[in-house]
């Protein structure tokens, strides 16, 4: 019986996926979904690893009034780029906020542009059910940006994001790579204590991440940004002079941060 219903389960993800029509490209990110020379696994469909994957959610799954149910709640809600590095704040010694480093969350707006896209381009081809959906008993910890993405459970998005951000975050700060790393890596399992996702969701989201940023990391555009991103940090922790180009166009951000902004849609559905 169990195998029936989830072989009508993935049967009605199918058809609710074939109906969503493909999503253009984005043209404000760095990569806009070109190839990465890398594809992502199917999502699992034996029913045995069907059942350790939510095991595994049950198993992690804490109270909530738990330490680790507060972050995953809080990481949830951490998907725009000003909100997602100050998840780092801890692991990097410092207070990222975006008025005093203008550069970098704005190539973490580019980058998370990107990852959302190529995530929701696998998600639409691998239709699965989040685990509070395929088990009511478990209590999801923030669910009111996931609305529409019931069945867009692999491969997280959140963890893609998390570990793509962690990777920029330790070229920007090596001496802090293992924590920043770590964080990352806990920003995707808090996923699993949330039980919007499931650890293969999560480990797939990260290794779509790995090639993302080999792929980002060779482009001349980030390249540009990374090194800019780099001399915002020394000025900000030893008041070093920056190069002409990157004060320039730090200037200008910061100009436009402090311009009124329009509300954009929340597109947190993605993860």
């Given amino acids: 019986?169990?195998?029936?219903?989830?072989?009508?389960?993935?049967?009605?993800?199918?058809?609710?996926?074939?109906?969503?029509?493909?999503?253009?490209?984005?043209?404000d990110g760095y990569l806009n979904l070109a190839p990465l020379g890398y594809a992502t696994p199917p999502a699992p469909t034996d029913p045995l690893a069907l059942e350790l994957d939510l095991v595994q959610v049950r198993a992690a799954h804490p109270s909530p009034t738990a330490i680790q149910w507060q972050e995953a709640a809080s990481d949830a809600d951490a998907y725009n780029a000003?909100?997602?590095?100050?998840?780092?704040?801890?692991?990097?010694?410092?207070?990222l906020y975006e008025a005093d480093r203008p550069l970098l969350v704005a190539m973490l707006r580019r980058i998370i542009i990107d990852t959302g896209a190529y995530a929701g381009e696998v998600k639409a081809v691998n239709p699965r059910p989040r685990p509070y959906v395929e088990d009511p008993s478990i209590t999801p910890c923030n669910t009111h940006f996931l609305a529409?993405?019931?069945q867009r459970s692999y491969p997280s998005g959140h963890a893609m994001n998390g570990y793509v951000v962690a990777l920029v975050l330790a070229d920007v700060f090596p001496a802090r790579r293992q924590p920043i790393l770590a964080r990352g890596a806990r920003y995707g399992d808090n996923r699993v204590a949330c039980g919007v996702h499931h650890p293969t969701d999560v480990e797939a989201g990260r290794l779509l991440g790995v090639a993302y940023y080999h792929r980002l990391s060779a482009l001349p555009a980030f390249e540009d940004d990374l090194?800019?991103?780099?001399?915002?940090?020394?000025?900000?922790?030893?008041?070093?002079?920056?190069?002409?180009?990157?004060?320039?166009?730090?200037?200008?951000?910061?100009?436009?941060?402090?311009?009124?902004?329009?509300?954009t849609p929340n597109a947190a559905n993605l993860f």
């Fill in 148 to 150: 529409g993405s019931e």
């Fill in 1 to 27: 019986m169990k195998s029936l219903l989830l072989g009508a389960a993935g049967a009605m993800a199918m058809l609710m996926a074939s109906a969503v029509a493909a999503a253009p490209p984005p043209t």
């Fill in 82 to 95: 000003p909100d997602i590095v100050r998840r780092f704040d801890d692991a990097t010694g410092e207070l």
């Fill in 227 to 263: 090194r800019c991103a780099e001399a915002e940090e020394a000025l900000a922790t030893s008041k070093t002079q920056m190069p002409a180009a990157c004060a320039g166009r730090r200037l200008t951000i910061m100009k436009s941060l402090a311009a009124p902004k329009a509300t």
